[in-house]
Structure formats: structure tokens, C-alpha cells
């Protein structure tokens, strides 16, 4: 359908109930391209994740089986959930655990983690260590940059937390 936006519009995603979007999801995800999968997961899938989050502090088990069922395109899933959440400014700690979990438990291309792996190296912590969970190898201007990151931190007094000792300790251990 050419215009498939207009006709998702007129069913109103806003109202949907969580098991709506993930059927909505797992359809969408299978059959479109990744273009068209990329502006569902932006423009509708990842403005209620935020949402749900948001409100409840947690996210519906619907919602978590959307994300996984949309990490089945990884571009799409890349470009239209992972990027423009970091990319926002406003991704919290429980956001980007909650995403993180997904790429972590998933089987992902190497080359779509190893992009995300080196988008994220100045945002989210926890996505940095999904991407290291991963096991691949990372390019060496992707090492460069994550040394140089972590290496900014030494002569921080901050108390910075337990998740960023764990995604450095990852980082070594790959």
C-alpha cells in the first residue's frame, strides 16, 4: 500500500493497547522494507515505549515483545528505536536499560552491532554494554574512540555508577 502511513493514522496507534502494538508490530516489522519498518519503529513504536516507561517506570511485557519483534530488522531497529533514543538527550538510565536488554539477548549482524556499538560510545552505558555483550570484533577506529572515552573519565571526582564500571570491565574483557 503506497500510502500506509495515512491508513495506520486513521486507526489511531495513540489508543492502541499494548498487545495492539506488538501485533501491529510483528506484522509491520515482517512486511515492510526497512525504510518503511524504520518510520513505524520512530514514529510510533519508540514515542509509547518513552511513554509507558515514563509513567510506569517499567515496561509492559507486550511492549518488550514489540522491541524484540522489531530487532528482527536490525537497520530498521537501529535507525528508528536505538539512534534517535540516544541521539533525544533525554534517554534515561531505565530506558536504556530496558533497550539494551533487548539488543543484549538478540542475535544481531555484526555489522549493525559494531554501528551501534560506535553511535552509542557517547550516550547510553547500558546499550554501550549490550553492544559488547555481543562478542565482535570492533573495528580499530571504534577501540580508538571507546579508549578515548573512557580514558576522559580518570580525572573525574564524580562517583560514577555501577553499570559504567560494568560496561568498561566489558569493554576490556572483548
Known amino acids: 500500500m503506497q500510502h500506509w502511513e495515512d ?4 486507526t489511531d496507534p495513540e489508543k492502541w493497547s499494548p498487545n495492539g502494538m506488538y501485533q501491529a ?9 526497512a525504510k518503511k519498518a524504520e518510520r ?4 510510533v513504536l519508540l514515542p509509547r515505549i518513552r511513554d509507558v516507561i515514563k509513567k510506569n517506570k517499567r515496561l509492559h511485557f507486550a511492549l518488550y515483545q514489540a522491541l524484540k519483534k522489531a530487532i528482527f530488522e536490525p537497520a530498521a531497529f537501529n535507525k528508528g528505536i536505538l539512534f534517535p533514543l540516544c541521539k533525544s538527550g533525554t534517554c534515561n538510565l531505565r530506558e536504556a536499560v530496558i533497550v539494551g536488554s533487548v539488543t ?6 555484526a ?20 553492544s559488547f555483550g555481543k562478542e565482535y570484533a570492533l ?4 577501540i580508538e574512540g571507546l579508549i578515548a ?3 576522559r573519565f580518570m580525572e573525574d571526582s564524580r562517583i560514577l555508577p555501577a553499570i559504567w564500571h560494568q560496561s568498561l570491565l ?5
Do not use: M
Not at 25 to 33: F, V
Not at 139 to 142: Q, R, S, T
Open 25 to 33: 508490530t510483528r506484522i509491520l516489522a515482517s512486511n515492510l522494507d
Open 139 to 142: 573495528p580499530y577506529h571504534v
Open 149 to 151: 572515552h573512557y580514558t
Open 7 to 10: 491508513v495506520l493514522y486513521l
Open 170 to 174: 566489558a569493554f576490556v574483557q572483548r
Open 40 to 43: 513505524f519503529c520512530r514514529l
Open 104 to 109: 543484549q539477548k538478540f542475535t544481531i549482524p
Open 111 to 130: 555489522l549493525h552491532s559494531i554501528l551501534s556499538c560506535w553511535s552509542l560510545q557517547k550516550w547510553s552505558i547500558a546499550a554501550r554494554q549490550a
